[in-house]
């Protein structure tokens, strides 16, 4: 493998100021004409190298001119030009075979439509070019298809010519007026039916919006279409961006490798994320949707209009487009069940990454294949990144900041620097510590100690940060850490006082501080303090650490009764469950799991928290939901994905069976035939009474088996339905388990029609931790809903199975405990020569053997050497094996 490395970074040589493609669709192979006006920068080089994988070359011009061989060089990865002139016009016509093409980058085809998808170097695929994000061009872009296959024909701008052609074919010309880098390319061709809007923006002018999806598919349209147009609103309102073209396409397809994909005008969408209607798409499916189209619109400003240098500057697009889609669901929905929800993926799948070999910072210093860089670093911790940003700014200089570097930077390839530099220079603060988040990876924790002196009435707080080593750095330099916290006294919330403030300058709500942390050891001091208080650190999770205070069980529950801060609340209730939880698995190590019995703290603030009706019932089942196995597991040193199980399941168990009647009231109080509306209020509702529903069915009474198969026969929307499902599917009862086969079946026969659906019936499956997972999962493969070469199909079977059912994947089969191991290698091998993308993603779940205790530790580590031996494994999975065996 070659790696890239940052410090490397040049200018290119040349720019194409002018890209014109003709691309003519046939059956079973598609000619692509390319004309490139080339214009040299600094000094002519000797030989110019234009990136092209998988292209047949079958004419090569320069300024109309066919090239000798003597001219140029063509290989695998390119096409080199010998003497290039200063200026000229390359011509190349190439053969591409989309219809083979299963590795979903460059063009393809899904079912009946031909599509592309370029980011990060896909263009590459479809004809010779500089496939880097500083060269940006002007793209006129001609298709031609077959009329009656292809009746639409898309590409990205506005449509500025089309028509007839012999044999049946016709052609449309597109035109796209903003200069862009050829990641944001998009062409689409296919038999595809649309909804259609229109928006009015700020300043008056009038968009058409279109979103293409197979016929069947128009009744799933409208949450998207919605969705778009408050994104748009939004991004005028809270931004000032305004969108810039007459028309915004979304064209959704079933086999997509991520979610969707930001081209310019023309989004391409995984179907999943776009189509939504009550009867097929659970309430986490709408909100998904809005929050992907919101995430791609919003790209137009955070990406396109302002791009990125190289692909080391990913997180400066994906980072911020993330905090402001996720602000964005915040406005739209629960604020706090947002952060909530976002915290809890950071803290399982990104921190897991953090800590492991494929650890980066959000701006990588050098990797081997950028396709495995589209990580929850990059994304998610990236966003972190830019709302601690947000949060030290405060709103009117962080609007100050984006202004100026929107203004600053429209029509640029930038990178992260230059970013920064923007929120410093409308702020007037000094970033550069701040700026260590950049190139430093790890996770930092923090150890907070606190000592109370009644006498002096002064409360101090002791923050240690440090940082793991990470594969880039062992030595890490203190972070610039921003520390949101309060006080809690018997009666409340304090008045705080830090010792080097004075009274004038006290905040207006005066229980509420942020704390910067800029050392690795650091102590603040609170004068006036009366009693010893409680401390609410971190709120709002204000910071991506982990934070160590020792509180006892009386400070959690005072904290999750009593805290002013949502977020806090539900903090401290993962961390009473965390500690029961523990507990168990104490007592799981010891044998003694059959007697234990939990301490009664976590059900005590349970009781009381389901007894107080003026909590957001969506925050109370975030509150009721016990730590994810995942993020129990992220807690261990090391990993016992058994003792995890059994005991999460026992303190789940038990608050089951002392809550039951509370629960019972929840799930037989609420109507199964109500109207169904994706609107936060009822959200909330489904999400508790569903909540409660899944406690009753741990250790069900008749009564409780009855309410939740009425609730599967009667429900009317996809949320209820499944959430009953689930319960069934899951439930380790005799009669619920024949229930449950029955189920499945007529949940099948009634949904088969449905892709989206079917994926959500093979996911409950891989998923179910009952025993023999592994064996169903082999049986669901063979299945006729299963299909090999579809991402989605693929996730909700090998990925969900390895990844969320950790007791079947780590113990196995009877007789073979490694035979989850060796199952995810041999699919792995399977898929890694048609999509290397989607088989290095399925590695992650071997690449933390470290974590696991002996043997299962090195059964894993033998499946990634049995990979790493595999003669001709792809780049994408050669870069993860190899640095997870280092
Ligand atoms: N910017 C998009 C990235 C993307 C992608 C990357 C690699 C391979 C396939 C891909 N499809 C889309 C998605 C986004 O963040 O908006
Ligand atoms: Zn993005």
Redesign the pocket.
């Known amino acids: 493998g070659k790696t890239v490395y940052l410090k490397d970074y040049a200018p290119p040589s040349y720019i194409i100021e002018k890209t014109e493609l003709d691309v003519d669709i046939y059956k079973g192979e598609t000619f692509v004409l390319a004309r490139l006006q080339f214009q040299c920068l600094d000094e002519r080089p000797q030989a110019l190298t234009l990136d092209g994988e998988a292209l047949e070359l079958l004419d090569i011009a320069i300024d109309g001119k066919a090239l000798d061989s003597t001219q140029y060089r063509c290989d695998h990865r390119g096409l080199t030009l010998h003497n290039p002139p200063e200026r000229f016009v390359l011509t190349t016509r190439v053969r591409i075979l989309p219809e083979q093409n299963t590795s979903l980058?460059g063009l393809y085809r899904s079912r009946t439509i031909y599509c592309t998808?370029c980011?990060?170097e896909g263009f590459r695929k479809i004809t010779y070019y500089l496939d880097r994000p500083d060269v940006m061009s002007d793209f006129i872009t001609r298709v031609s298809a077959d009329k009656n296959e292809c009746p639409i024909l898309l590409s990205n701008g506005n449509k500025i010519d089309g028509g007839d052609l012999d044999g049946g074919r016709h052609f449309a010309t597109w035109h796209d007026p903003h200069k862009k880098p050829c990641y944001l390319f998009a062409l689409v061709a296919g038999d595809l039916a649309k909804v259609e809007d229109r928006f009015r923006t700020a300043s008056g002018r009038e968009v058409t919006l279109q979103i293409f999806v197979e016929e069947k598919d128009l009744d799933k349209c409208d949450h998207a279409m919605s969705s778009l147009k408050n994104a748009m609103r939004w991004d005028e309102q809270v931004y000032g961006r305004e969108y810039d073209l007459d028309i915004f396409m979304i064209v959704a397809v079933d086999d997509?490798?991520?979610?969707?994909?930001?081209n310019k005008g023309l989004n391409i969408f995984n179907t999943s994320c776009v189509l939504a209607k009550p009867e097929t798409t659970t309430d986490a499916g709408f909100q998904r949707v809005e929050g992907v189209v919101a995430?791609?619109y919003f790209?137009n400003w955070s990406?396109n209009r302002v791009t990125c240098r190289d692909w080391f500057q990913l997180s400066l697009k994906?980072g911020f487009?993330v905090f402001r889609d996720a602000e964005f669901s915040a406005d739209m929905g629960s604020r706090t069940v947002k952060r909530v929800e976002d915290v809890a993926v950071l803290r399982t799948l990104q921190f897991a990454e953090d800590a492991g070999p494929m650890a980066h910072p959000i701006r990588p210093a050098s990797y081997m294949e950028i396709?495995n860089f589209?990580t929850l670093t990059i994304?998610e911790k990236g966003a972190e990144v830019v709302r601690m940003l947000a949060n030290l700014l405060g709103p009117a200089d962080f609007r100050k900041a984006t202004d100026l570097y929107f203004e600053r930077h429209d029509g640029q390839a930038v990178t992260t620097e230059e970013f920064v530099q923007a929120m410093e220079d409308a702020s007037g603060r000094d970033l550069t510590q701040f700026k260590r988040w950049y190139n430093q990876a790890g996770t930092p924790r923090l150890s907070v100690t606190d000592e109370y002196d009644q006498e002096q009435r002064r409360y101090s707080l002791t923050i240690r940060q440090s940082t793991p080593a990470t594969p880039e750095c062992a030595e890490k330099l203190a972070f610039h850490i921003p520390v949101a916290m309060g006080l809690l006294g018997e009666a409340g919330e304090l008045a705080l006082k830090l010792a080097d403030e004075s009274l004038d300058d006290l905040p207006e709500d005066n229980t509420h501080r942020v704390l910067e942390l800029t050392e690795t050891e650091q102590t603040f001091v609170f004068t006036d303090i009366p009693e010893k208080p409680v401390p609410s650190l971190l709120r709002g999770f204000s910071a991506p650490v982990k934070l160590d205070y020792q509180y006892s069980r009386a400070d959690l529950a005072t904290l999750a009764l009593h805290d002013s801060d949502g977020f806090n609340r539900y903090e401290a209730c993962q961390k009473l469950a965390l500690a029961t939880i523990q507990d168990a698995m104490l007592a799981y190590q010891q044998d003694t799991l059959a007697e234990f019995v939990p301490d009664s703290t976590l059900v005590q603030v349970y009781r009381l928290l389901l007894e107080d009706n003026s909590l957001d019932q969506a925050m109370l089942a975030l509150m009721l939901n016990l730590p994810s196995e995942a993020y129990i597991a992220e807690e261990q040193e090391v990993i016992d994905p058994v003792a995890i199980h059994f005991a999460r399941r026992q303190v789940a168990a038990y608050v089951g069976s002392e809550l039951a009647e509370l629960f019972r009231l929840r799930v037989s109080a609420y109507d199964p035939t109500r109207e169904y509306r994706a609107q936060s209020d009822d959200i909330a509702l489904r999400s508790m009474k569903n909540a409660a529903l899944g406690y009753l069915m741990l250790l069900p009474t008749a009564e409780d088996l009855h309410l939740c198969l009425n609730q599967l026969a009667r429900a009317n929307n996809m949320t209820d339905e499944m959430a009953a499902l689930t319960a069934l599917v899951c439930c380790e009862d005799n009669t619920a388990q024949e229930q449950a086969r029955d189920a499945l079946t007529a949940f099948y026969q009634k949904w088969q029609d449905e892709p989206l659906v079917v994926n959500q019936w093979l996911a409950l499956q891989a998923r179910n931790p009952i025993p023999g997972a592994l064996e169903r999962v082999q049986a669901l493969l063979q299945h006729p809903a299963y299909d090999g070469n579809n991402p989605n199909k693929i996730r909700s079977v090998i990925s969900v199975f390895c990844n969320n059912n950790p007791l079947n994947f780590h113990t196995g089969t009877a007789d073979e405990p490694d035979a989850g191991y060796r199952f995810l290698a041999e699919q792995i091998l399977q898929l890694d020569s048609k999509n290397p993308?989607i088989a290095a993603r399925l590695i992650t779940p071997l690449t933390r053997w470290r974590r696991y205790t002996g043997d299962r530790g090195q059964a894993m580590r033998l499946q990634l050497q049995r990979l790493a031996d595999q003669p001709g494994l792809s780049p994408d999975s050669y870069e993860i094996v190899s640095k997870s065996l280092n």
């Open positions: 980058e998808q980011e990060a997509f490798n991520m979610g969707a994909m930001e995430h791609e790209h990406g994906e487009t396709s589209y994304y993308q």
